[in-house]
């Protein structure tokens, strides 16, 4: 499975822009790159996917390095509702349909 | 829609036990996946399913496990005997079709004393 290094933890303050980056230098052309978070005592929850271009969505954007090697999930203004553990993957067609799970990053949010 | 619904939500048992956790996917969802969540090993996924078809289980920990999708709306993951090291929350989640989301239930969470 392609490789993805995230910070273990990040802190962020209410109401601000939060940057949860993500590097994969070992992404292929065909890696899509999947964004999951999860919330305390909850299953992990979708939060968006890009291939190439950058993503938007009512959770959060996506920005994707121009050479694909490195990603960044943008909370726009964090809420103490958006503390979680946070998951960026990378998902392979010739891997079938897996989704595999790294440690994440841990997102807290001080109000 | 209800979502994935997992069944029991908690399981108390002994060790040598047989326990089954089940789960109903999303109507309409043709992938369904079985993962294990623990402190010291995070998320892991333990075998995922196409079409009611097992693809992949090399995440399966021991011939203990078994898993089994007998129709679209429907599948089990049983642990014979149990051990307390099988305690953990054990995640179901579904999806449709390749690349698409995945929706997890809120788990099962399995003590084994």
């Known amino acids: 499975d392609a490789k993805t290094t995230q910070p273990n933890s990040m802190e962020s303050n209410e109401e601000e822009p939060v940057h949860l980056p993500c590097n994969h230098s070992t992404i292929s052309g065909t890696d899509y790159i999947h964004w999951y978070r999860q919330l305390p005592s909850q299953g992990p929850e979708y939060v968006i996917h890009?291939?190439?271009s950058n993503v938007n969505n009512r959770m959060a954007s996506l920005a994707i390095a121009e050479d694909r090697k490195s990603s960044t999930l943008i909370l726009h203004r964090a809420t103490l509702r958006d503390a979680a553990v946070y998951y960026c993957?990378?998902?392979?067609?010739?891997?079938?349909?897996?989704?595999?799970f790294g440690a994440g990053t841990i997102l807290r949010v001080k109000s | 829609d209800a979502g994935v619904i997992q069944s029991p939500r908690h399981e108390v048992t002994e060790m040598g036990q047989e326990v089954t956790l089940r789960c109903k996917p999303i109507s309409g969802h043709n992938s369904l996946f079985w993962y294990r969540q623990t402190m010291m090993r995070g998320l892991e996924l333990l075998i995922y399913?196409?079409?009611?078809?097992?693809?992949?289980d090399s995440g399966m920990p021991e011939d203990r496990f078994s898993a089994k999708m007998p129709n679209a709306s429907f599948s089990t993951l049983k642990i014979q005997p149990s051990e307390p090291r099988d305690s953990a929350v054990y995640f179901c989640a579904s999806g449709q079709g390749y690349n698409s989301p995945l929706h997890f239930g809120n788990g099962t969470r399995l003590t084994v004393t």
């Open positions: 399913f196409n079409n009611n078809v097992p693809i992949d």
């Open positions: 993957i990378l998902r392979r067609e010739e891997y079938g349909n897996k989704l595999v």
């Open positions: 890009g291939l190439t």
